[in-house]
């Protein structure tokens, strides 16, 4: 089962822009994680947001959540290419840890 | 730094043949996960370990899979007989409890069968 589903599937963008990915979920969370995953690897945990935050900074990293429309959005502002990669987000569910689909983002030079 | 150690990194195996992967999570870690990865899909959980106790399987298809954590440290996913759907990527991952606390991928064992 997914609980976490992201938004766009795919998002290309020039170097140096901005790239937001959306999360949306369905049940009541305690938590809610964002990962990156490089091609053929393993995923990298990126941030955690607890349901009593609205929003969380890591380095270039910019997390939010509304618990009231049950979504998430990670920003990754001056983007460079290392940041190609998979992004998932993941919730608590049932005590579960529960993946997205995912965006697949695309930094081009 | 502590990583999650699988092995190993690649396997092709036949259909029907049986089929085992082994994870070992970084210590101290009582959480462990395994999850099935379809290359463009998200990772599905396919069980996951509290110490040495299932907390969940209901996506791992019995007939087929089976998982144990003996001791409550390291772990072994059996795949017996092997079909040409389960080819895929299997990820394992830790945390230091359930809830709350962010989980560590190893690199996975990607299953190919023929």
């Known amino acids: 089962s997914q609980q976490g589903e992201e938004d766009p599937q795919a998002l290309s963008i020039q170097e140096g822009e901005n790239a937001t990915m959306n999360c949306s979920y369905k049940?009541?969370?305690?938590?809610l994680q964002w990962y990156r995953q490089n091609s053929g690897r393993g995923l990298v945990h990126l941030i955690l947001?607890?349901?009593?935050?609205r929003e969380k900074h890591s380095g270039r990293l910019r997390v939010t959540l509304d618990t009231s429309k049950k979504s998430s959005s990670l920003l990754i502002t001056a983007s460079r290419a290392a940041d190609t990669a998979s992004y998932f987000c993941?919730?608590?569910?049932?005590?579960?840890?529960?993946f997205g689909q995912g965006t697949r983002l695309t930094i081009n030079p | 730094e502590a990583e999650v150690a699988q092995s190993p990194r690649y396997k092709i195996t036949e259909k029907s043949q049986a089929v085992a992967f082994w994870c070992d999570p970084i210590?101290?870690?009582?959480?462990l996960y395994w999850y099935r990865q379809i290359l463009g899909q998200g990772p599905e959980l396919l069980v996951q370990?509290?110490?040495?106790?299932?907390?969940?399987d209901s996506q791992l298809p019995k007939d087929r899979f089976s998982a144990e954590r003996l001791k409550g440290v390291d772990s072994t996913l059996k795949i017996q007989p092997a079909e040409l759907g389960d080819s895929a990527m299997y990820l394992c991952?830790?945390?230091?409890?359930?809830?709350?606390?962010?989980?560590?991928f190893g690199q996975g064992t990607r299953l190919t069968v023929v």
């Open positions: 991952a830790s945390s230091l409890q359930t809830r709350g606390t962010e989980a560590f």
């Open positions: 947001i607890r349901s009593n935050e």
């Open positions: 210590s101290g870690h009582a959480t």
């Open positions: 370990f509290q110490d040495e106790s299932v907390v969940d």
């Open positions: 993941a919730t608590d569910e049932a005590q579960k840890l529960v």
């Open positions: 049940t009541s969370i305690n938590n």
